[in-house]
């Protein structure tokens, strides 16, 4: 059984909306995780774009503040990513996974491909 299994993605124009989701099946204690959103491009390495902590509380990249929100629903045992106002450098494969200062807990889903076209 994968650890986190992440959807959503899709190919939307530029200024479109998608939202991502990541639940993360039979994880006991999910509430208990700082939960985050990733995303590597081709050729790129893999970079973190939003950060949630147990108890709420909200960080992201200076690129997406203002476009993108993450939220959690523990008793789904889910994260989610709205994005909006895409941009084509927002192309990515995204990623979620438990986060504590910068180490990644769970191992890694297969990720939701995101395009945006201009």
């Known amino acids: 059984q994968a650890e986190v299994v992440e959807s959503g993605g899709g190919l939307v124009q530029a200024g479109g909306s998608l939202r991502l989701s990541c639940r993360a099946p039979?994880?006991?204690?999910?509430?208990?995780?700082?939960l985050a959103w990733y995303r590597q491009a081709p050729g790129q390495q893999r970079e973190q774009v939003a950060h949630?902590?147990?108890?709420?509380?909200?960080m992201y990249k200076d690129s997406v503040t203002g476009r993108f929100t993450i939220s959690r629903d523990n008793a789904q045992n889910t994260v989610y990513l709205q994005m909006n106002s895409l941009k084509p450098e927002d192309t990515a494969v995204y990623f979620c996974?438990?986060?504590?200062?910068?180490?990644?807990?769970w191992g890694w889903g297969q990720g939701t491909q995101v395009t945006v076209s201009s």
């Open positions: 996974n438990a986060d504590l200062n910068n180490q990644q807990l």
């Open positions: 949630i902590t147990s108890g709420g509380d909200t």
């Open positions: 039979g994880r006991s204690f999910f509430n208990r995780y700082g």
